[in-house]
């Protein structure tokens, strides 16, 4: 089943790159595995999947120690500041900061473990109450002061758009978070090297690739429906 999945969504992947112009290389696929058993993300790796995505850390933790080590794991849920030091050495990036103060967090323990922590600004771009993330009008301030943080580096902008019946309907919103991170480029900011936009899912990641999404977050796309158990 995966492998099916993985090809049809690859296939979309790349005629969406081809209606707006785009390589293919441009879009990195994250395979969303929260939820999902080890022996599935087994599954993925084995047919070329590297890039991972996960949105708790426990669960993130564990499947880091079970799955190969070339895999590059993303984070991308909310994060509390507590548990960040159980990251920042494993993660290729965090998608999901949206304070000043949990970037300090990222800061401090990046420069204990002496790497440098790639990160996304989350911008809550549809306004949602639901959601967590910075205001749009915000986003410039924030980027401002992160980047003034020592072992920490803004790549981009990352947002979850409302969920959809028709993904057309959160064009907007992409184009939004778009021009928000062309504003940013041309603000000039020392230590902004920004060329990643993380957006769009399962529902509107075409979408997302022709409004200029360059890492899509796919989870039931690739592994089904998420069953969640409540306790
Ligand atoms: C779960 C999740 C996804 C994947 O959602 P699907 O609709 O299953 O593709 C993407 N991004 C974030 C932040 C998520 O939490």
Redesign the pocket.
């Given at each position: 089943m995966i492998q099916e999945n993985l090809n049809i969504v690859k296939e979309n992947v790349c005629a969406a790159c081809n209606r707006s112009g785009r390589a293919n290389e441009d879009v990195t696929l994250i395979a969303?595995s929260?939820t999902k058993p080890i022996e599935m993300l087994k599954e993925a790796y084995d047919l070329g999947c590297r890039d991972f995505?996960e949105?708790k850390v426990q669960e993130l933790v564990d499947k880091y120690d079970k799955m190969p080590k070339d895999v590059r794991w993303h984070m991308?849920?909310h994060l509390q500041r507590n548990k960040v030091k159980y990251i920042v050495d494993k993660v290729c990036m965090i998608?999901?900061v949206d304070s000043l103060r949990l970037a300090e967090e990222i800061s401090k323990e990046a420069v204990k473990k002496n790497v440098i922590m790639p990160i996304l600004i989350e911008v809550n771009v549809a306004d949602e109450e639901s959601k967590f993330g910075t205001t749009s009008d915000d986003a410039i301030s924030l980027t401002e002061a992160i980047s003034k943080l020592p072992n920490i580096v803004i790549r981009g902008l990352?947002t979850?758009a409302p969920y959809v019946e028709n993904s057309e309907e959160n064009r907007l919103y992409f184009a939004k978070l778009k021009q928000i991170y062309v504003d940013i480029i041309h603000k000039n900011i020392d230590n902004v090297f920004m060329d990643e936009l993380s957006m769009g899912?399962?529902?509107d990641?075409e979408v997302a690739i022709e409004e200029g999404a360059t890492l899509i977050?796919?989870?039931?796309?690739?592994?089904g429906e998420?069953q969640y158990t409540t306790v």
């Open positions: 969303v929260k995505g949105n991308i849920g998608h999901s990352m979850i899912m399962s529902g990641y977050r796919v989870g039931t796309g690739i592994f998420r």
